[in-house]
């Protein structure tokens, strides 16, 4: 399949923004994956935007992209063709470890650490859903140790947008005992998810102490409702589908019961914790590395 590459070089602001437009969109062509990114870390303020085709782009394909930048104007697009090259599985090879609290995840290019105390999971590189190497997933890993590590008793967790599983797989090793569930609007996810599992060495099934792995876009799925309510749900997926399910997530958490939301960048995180407080939950704590937000939120446990 011939992979096609749209980029656009600018500030920072533009093409945050640009992003932020493109959560807005409600005609935008899925088919259309951007990306944001810094161009180098030497230049933090010279951004590039990135849009990847399963085709040659047309004047409507450029149109689509010039809208997101307003009225932005002296704005240069560069067109190319992606050689045919497993892009993904190219840019982890050798991917270094990252330690998280007391999470440790490597590739099989790298063996898991030795240190006390350490929890280990060995992830594939070549997996389109991310390793836990990028800043959103280490916070996390890093606040769900936290969280532990003040007291908190989970019996019931939700991980939506599961990816490769390794927040849910952080999760079970923290309360062994609590019932999980992973879900991803992605049913490869889901796949990745359970040989995962299996790499790791965890169970699955419908018990305490077991993984339940189901195909669900957000929380709209019979068996994430049947296994609600929740004490821990977890999202670490874009800030526009966190807004839209912040209702959700305050229907299926308990009264006393914790958020934890990332894949947000900061500049999005006001928006985030507006739809949030209005479903009833308050900020107990934030984290932010690199771009990124990671929001540990609390239920209120009575309106007011």
């Keep these: 399949m011939s992979v096609w590459k749209i980029t656009v070089l600018a500030p920072r602001p533009q ?4 992003l932020l437009a ?8 899925e088919s259309i994956v951007l990306a944001g990114s810094e161009i180098s870390a030497e230049r933090p303020d010279e951004w590039m935007l990135e849009a990847w085709l399963d085709r040659k782009p047309g004047p409507a394909e450029r149109k689509a992209i010039k809208a997101l930048f307003g009225k932005a104007s002296g704005l240069a697009l560069s067109v190319e063709q992606v050689p045919d090259i497993d892009w993904v599985s190219e840019s982890q090879k050798g991917l270094e470890p990252i330690s ?33 190497h990028h800043e959103t997933t280490a916070g996390c890993l890093a606040m769900l140790d936290a969280m532990k590590r003040n007291g908190m008793v989970v019996r019931n967790c939700a991980d939506v947008g599961t990816g490769t599983g390794v927040l849910a797989f ?18 490869l996810s889901a796949e990745v998810t359970l040989e995962n599992a299996a790499l790791n060495g965890l169970p699955v099934g419908a018990r305490g102490g077991e993984l339940t792995v189901t195909v669900a876009e957000g929380m709209d799925h019979p068996l994430i409702a049947a296994r609600g309510p929740y004490d821990l749900v977890m999202a670490n997926i874009l800030a526009g589908p966190l807004i839209e399910l912040a209702r959700d997530f305050g229907r299926a958490v308990v009264p006393g019961g914790s958020l934890l939301l990332s894949g ?3 500049t999005q995180e006001q928006g985030v914790l507006r739809a949030c407080r209005r479903a009833g939950f308050r900020l107990a704590r934030r984290e932010q590395r690199g771009d990124w937000s990671i929001l540990w939120l609390r239920k209120r446990r009575r309106a007011m």
């Design 15 to 18: 093409v945050e923004a640009a």
């Design 22 to 29: 493109h959560e807005d969109a409600l005609d935008w062509d």
């Design 100 to 132: 998280a609290g007391r999470f440790f995840v490597h590739t099989p290019d790298h063996p898991a650490s030795d240190a006390k105390g350490a929890v280990n999971f060995l992830i594939p590189a070549g997996q389109a859903f991310g390793t836990g």
């Design 170 to 187: 952080a999760a079970m090793a923290l309360w062994p005992r609590a019932l999980l569930t992973a879900s991803d609007i992605d049913p």
């Design 264 to 266: 947000l960048l900061a």
